[in-house]
């Protein structure tokens, strides 16, 4: 299909964070004293911080103020900011159609974090409309952030290819009624294109 829009992921998709994003988490885990495998943290991947703790506060019994310790975590994710590089072969995808047809992020993250990375990158200005978890009530894998993101650049979701990196946000496009494409895919094959 041709589609009528491109929406894109931010963490791991356009942006190459999610190291980052762990070394945070391995901060905050030391200092709270809770456990959090690595696996375990790409398997939670596009889920915000704050239920990622909720998930962790439950099985593990703890007793921790979840909104302050996702704002920790952001303060130690944000302090590496600089250190943020593109995932230049998916950022170059959105180049190819940019001026052409609408394009819009659906991330998991926060404001703060997803535009701060958008504008680091220098790519802020590429997309009509940024749509974080903020936004919605329901995050990956209900379909919502996608939604919101074809609502919001006034393109229906079938008309709609959305770009992730995790299951959860694979299976959220799914459920919006989008063409899928998975970049962990795309960036393990020698020919990358749109």
């Not at 962790?56 to 007793?63: A, I, M």
């Not at 894998?141 to 694979?170: H, K, Q, W």
């Not at 063409?179 to 960036?187: H, N, S, W, Y």
């Amino acid at each position: 299909m041709t589609p009528g829009a491109l929406i894109f992921d931010c963490d791991g998709t356009l942006a190459d964070t999610m190291p980052l994003h762990w070394r945070a988490w391995q901060t905050i885990s030391r200092r709270h004293r809770f456990g959090f495998s690595q696996e375990r943290f790409y398997l939670l991947g596009g889920i915000p911080s704050p239920d990622v703790l909720a998930v962790l506060v439950r099985e593990q019994g703890l007793k921790l103020d979840i909104a302050a310790v996702a704002r920790e975590k952001e303060q130690e994710y944000m302090a590496m900011l600089p250190q943020v590089k593109p995932i230049q072969p998916i950022v170059d995808i959105a180049f190819e159609h940019l001026g052409k047809i609408p394009l819009a992020v659906a991330s998991g993250g926060t404001v703060r974090s997803t535009e701060s990375v958008l504008c680091h990158l220098g790519i802020r200005d590429w997309f009509k409309s940024v749509v974080t978890s903020e936004a919605v009530a329901r995050q990956k894998p209900a379909p919502d952030l996608f939604l919101e993101a074809a609502r919001r650049i006034g393109v229906s979701p079938e008309n709609c290819r959305a770009y992730e990196d995790t299951d959860f946000g694979m299976q959220a496009i799914r459920a919006a009624g989008m063409e899928a494409v998975d970049v962990r895919g795309l960036l393990k094959s020698p020919m990358v294109g749109a």
